[in-house]
């Protein structure tokens, strides 16, 4: 038995480090080595100027530029995460200080670094015409990427809207044509206006509607302004729903849900032409550097949905990828 005076005497135990012993694998440089699905208390703010906290499942990373080294250190990545990011407003000036920090607690093993956080926007929209207002979420993504001491910034949201099928439109009218050729007849001289007017009130008047469906616009952008001090969600939220016209609704009496049927109305759309509207509207917007578009009819007719993909075009900018998604299923 050891005496217990005799335990000062001892060696400390020292904590092994396998990061600094040798490195025998194979060897090379890794375009992005870091930590995905970190859930952290961010603050984000809204249309009226107010501070709201939501969880942000972050990715962050850095390249492996020192092909003998064994990796990165991924807890200085957690540490600036932890000490720049969480608990703190969700700014262009907050990410570049995030991810600057990734490549300065790398000197010598990285010189780029990438940072994403998503998470659901909420903000209060107001009803259509009754004076009412309600919370509308939107999932959003936003990027920052640091290469070549270049950083860039994208912003992504997904926007819900309502489509009514234009051909779906046009068969409905001509239903309603012949509904009313065979209750007044061919001449239109001797027809009473009044019991046109009654007709039309009733579900003989109306023997068809359109088929539509809720869709999903998804909007990727790089941001043109790298000094900006503010995330534009609201600015492109606000653009999306005006290109399009036919928002998804929150609070709803009979005199909004009126109004968006006649929006629907006045606003028939293949998917092509919702595409086309969002094209035209972020080509327009000078603090849209580049975008990518894709918009997601789910159709009420069919079992599958109508898609339609458009990129602004630019040299080295975003690919025309069907398959890229801002929230993956």
Partial sequence: MIPTNSCKELPCAVMPDVAKQPHTGPKGTLNWVGMSQIELPVFVQNLQGGRIQMLARVQAYVNLTDPN??????????VALDNILAMNDLTPDVLRETISQFVDSHEGLSDAAYLECRFDYFERRNSLLSDNSGWKNYPVRVAATLRNGQIETEVSVEVPYSSTCPCSAALARQLIQEGFRETFGSDVESVDANRVYEWLGTTQGIRATPHSQRSIAQIKVKLADNTAHNLPITHLIDCIEHALQTPVQATVKREDEQEFARLNA???MFCEDA?????TALGDDSTVQDFWIRVNHMESLHAHDAVSVVVKGIDGGYRDDPHEYIHPA
């Fill in 69 to 78: 080294s064994k990796g990165i250190h991924m807890s200085r990545l957690y």
């Fill in 266 to 268: 006045a606003n028939l």
């Fill in 275 to 279: 595409a086309r509207r969002l094209k």
